[in-house]
């Protein structure tokens, strides 16, 4: 089952991205996370998504929360992996949509999830 990657606990609601997979937190509320401002950070994301074995073929990261963190976040995953998934919020449509990071994807992944 595909997986769905948020930093944290927010206060955004996310309830439509398990559309997509099973909502997982990569900082939990008792886990310990750097600063943001600290080069420690980056490091600790990256060391949770290898012991969590994200795989970018299947799972999702959720860009929510904070927007330097989102930065950080998309800047480690698209260093490490070739064409990561993401999910992107439609404010009008009220729905995610899927969208691929990084210049090296061909094409955008096919949503086989209906918005209706």
Known sequence: MARV???????????????????V???????FRPNV???DFGIAIADKLNSMK?????DFILLVG???SICIFVSI??????S????????RGNFYFPIVLG?????????TVSHN
């Open 5 to 23: 990657f948020v930093l944290q606990p927010n206060e955004k609601d996310i309830s439509r991205a398990r559309t997509y997979g099973e909502i």
């Open 25 to 31: 937190y990569i900082f939990g509320p008792a886990d």
């Open 37 to 39: 401002c600290d080069i």
């Open 54 to 58: 994200y795989d970018p073929l299947t």
């Open 66 to 68: 904070n927007f330097v």
């Open 77 to 82: 995953v698209s260093e490490q992996y070739d």
């Open 84 to 91: 990561p998934r993401a999910l992107a919020f439609d404010q």
């Open 103 to 111: 210049i090296n994807h061909a094409e955008e992944p096919n949503s």
